[in-house]
């Protein structure tokens, strides 16, 4: 009787909603500003994914930690919102043709560079200075350079390691234009650094 009655005590902490600001606002708002480049959206999804959880409270199971239950909430969210801005960017003339530019920089028969427009030695490639916080905060300015559908790519790719047929379902593009996007995004992110960091 004891031990249950610890049991459901630590599952009423674990998932106290007015803690929730106190525990995790700040880690949510970090890591949703790190996937757009808003500001005041990004605070905005916070509050959703808190207002979101407390109506699936009752649906929350405790196979997960409470904060990571809140983040893929968030998640969602995250990707309505790439879905919205993707659908209004993919129309862009530019990015139509922009598929037709890949026979410049790929193998038409796989998404390898081609000789002459693989990527050179970058200067960065010492784990040193790839964890530099100096280093960290030219890259979150550069990204958020990029235009809105570049940066949902770049990140779902790169910071949620999402598979490219996940990407291309969530955003609704088409394989050549991820490839494309990635392709463009890199560049960008590239010349940006070359700029601002070397």
Known sequence: MQSQNSTNLNLDNSTEP???????????YKYTLTRINDEELARDLVQET???ALERLQKFEGKSTERT????????????????????FVKEPAVTFAEYETDDFFEP??????????????GIEQ?????????????QKCLKKLPSLWLSVFTM????????????????????NFWVIIHRAKLSLRECLQKNWI
């Open 18 to 28: 007015r803690a929730w600001v106190t525990r995790h606002a700040d880690y949510l």
């Open 50 to 52: 808190f207002l979101a």
């Open 69 to 88: 239950w809140l983040t893929a909430i968030l998640k969602n969210k995250i990707i309505d919102i790439y879905r919205k801005k993707a659908s209004a």
């Open 109 to 122: 028969d796989a998404h390898n560079w081609k000789p002459d427009h693989r990527p050179a030695e970058f």
């Open 127 to 139: 784990p040193d200075l790839l964890e530099s916080k100096e280093f960290e905060l030219i890259l």
């Open 157 to 176: 790719k790169h910071l949620d390691d999402e598979s490219t047929d996940t990407i291309c379902s969530d955003l609704r593009i088409t394989p050549s």
